[in-house]
């Protein structure tokens, strides 16, 4: 069962946006299918993401922007070339709505946007949170190999192939399964991962 609070949105915008589809034994699941799920998503994005309030009643949109994030990130995290047009729309909602820092008397830093548009914003937000993994190399981003998850997640080093401790025992579980099903031979590593929800 699927917890719709949506615990494992921890991380930037984008990839807790693109973490919204998950894999479960019967099969992909979309978790953004209603309003009533984007509240829950807007909800868990309150205080994270500027102007996440508009994003009420735009699913359609948001899940166009959705499908461009996940094209772009599973690209990065897979260390394939990002998709032209999914990479287009993106920037394009980056230039609807800049945003530039203004230094205020004592010091303090605020973010100015240009545009009006609370939508826009939200989406500009969202967009540049992925953009921003892209430009520099202290960020990664790795897709969880264990069976029925391949979320997108921050690993912690180099060799960490699970989101959660969960995921590396439910990986562990299957391979010994594997093994014993097989006679004792080690089983090949799947081609392509599944995503689940934790």
């Given at each position: 069962m699927i917890?719709?609070?949506?615990?494992?949105?921890?991380?930037?915008?984008?990839?807790?946006?693109?973490?919204t589809i998950v894999v479960t034994p019967r099969g992909e699941v979309d978790l953004l299918t209603t309003d009533e799920q984007l509240d829950v998503w807007i909800?868990?994005?309150?205080?994270?993401?500027?102007?996440?309030?508009?994003?009420?009643?735009?699913?359609?949109?948001?899940?166009?922007?959705?499908?461009d994030l996940r094209a772009l990130l599973y690209a990065y995290a897979e260390?394939?070339?990002t998709p032209g047009p999914a990479r287009l729309r993106v920037n394009a909602l980056c230039a609807a709505a800049p945003a530039y820092p203004v230094l205020l008397p004592g010091g303090r830093v605020i973010v100015e946007r240009a545009s009006d548009d609370p939508y826009s914003v939200f989406a500009a937000e969202v967009a540049r949170s992925a953009i921003e993994?892209?430009?520099?190399?202290?960020?990664?981003?790795?897709?969880?190999?264990?069976?029925?998850?391949?979320?997108?997640?921050?690993?912690?080093?180099?060799r960490q192939r699970w989101c959660c401790r969960a995921c590396g025992n439910r990986a562990r579980v299957a391979r010994h399964a594997a093994r014993r099903r097989s006679g004792g031979r080690a089983p090949e590593s799947p081609s392509a991962p599944a995503r689940r929800g934790h």
């Open positions: 917890d719709e609070t949506l615990p494992w949105l921890t991380f930037a915008a984008a990839v807790d946006l693109s973490n909800a868990v994005e309150r205080g994270r993401v500027a102007c996440v309030d508009a994003a009420a009643g735009h699913l359609a949109d948001v899940r166009a922007l959705r499908a260390g394939r070339p993994l892209f430009e520099t190399d202290d960020t990664r981003l790795s897709v969880c190999r264990a069976p029925s998850c391949g979320l997108l997640y921050p690993p912690d080093h180099s």
